[in-house]
């Protein structure tokens, strides 16, 4: 079986021994070279096709630039893993990281891995196809959703807001009308301004019903 090929992309002396011993130290695990910088790793990514790359946005740039980048120097190859080691956790980067998918991702605290052997297992399962994102990052993850979900929300008029309240009772388009006194053509308008405010345009009309149900009943929960 074939050793698992790593390009590291890191800008600290320390921080890179470290990889690289680690990474020695594992049978199943090579690597195949070392980056300072975007375009060195972009580089190493097209002369060697790793099959994992490690990221370390710190090191070479703590602005969230770099961790959105990391997708790009996957693109030559989809199946290539990308391996994010971060200080700390903005989870508009994560978010921003995760959106062309999360399979075969990795977006970990540099203070969650423990040992060597942590890396290394994260380095495997991100090699698999899986995702992996530490604790914290992941709640961090979750809080920023609820924020995001309430000020949506506080964006709708309150007519909309009416109607949305209305949809989450199980009524249609028709039984709304006639609770609220307007033209069901009037709710079906307010339907789709919900909608597009809830990022729910291209979705399927049923679902985006119960999507929009499920962000009220959640917010109301909070």
């Known amino acids: 079986m ?12 320390l921080l890179a021994e470290g990889l690289r011993t680690v990474l020695a130290e594992a049978d199943d695990v090579v690597l195949r070279g070392e980056a300072g910088s975007l ?3 972009e580089q190493l990514v097209r002369r060697h096709g790793p099959d994992v790359i490690v990221l370390d946005v710190d090191g070479v ?38 959106s062309g998918g999360a399979g075969g991702k990795a977006y970990v605290l540099r203070d969650h891995l423990q040992s060597g052997e ?4 994260t380095v495997r399962e991100v090699h698999e196809g899986r995702s992996v994102l530490g604790p914290r990052v992941l709640d961090a993850m979750i809080q920023a959703r609820h924020r995001r979900r309430a000020a949506t929300l506080a964006g709708l008029t309150p007519r909309e807001a009416e109607v949305l309240a209305h949809m989450a009772t199980g009524r249609d388009n028709s039984a709304i009308a006639d609770g609220l006194v307007v033209s069901e053509r009037t709710v079906e308008k307010h339907c789709n301004a919900i909608f ?3 990022g729910l345009r291209d979705v399927e009309h049923l679902n985006r019903r119960v999507a929009a149900v499920l ?8």
Do not use: W
Request: proline residues 6%; contains cysteine.
């Open 61 to 98: 740039g703590p602005d969230s630039a770099a961790t959105f980048s990391a997708c790009d120097l996957g693109a030559p190859d989809s199946s290539i893993g990308i391996v994010v080691l971060a200080q700390g956790h903005d989870p508009e980067s994560v978010f921003g990281f995760l």
């Open 215 to 222: 962000a009220y009943l959640a917010h109301s929960t909070n």
């Open 196 to 198: 597009g405010k809830l």
């Open 2 to 13: 074939e050793p698992i090929g790593v390009v590291v992309m890191q800008g600290e002396f």
């Open 118 to 121: 942590d890396l290394l297992r």
């Open 39 to 41: 375009q060195e790793a």
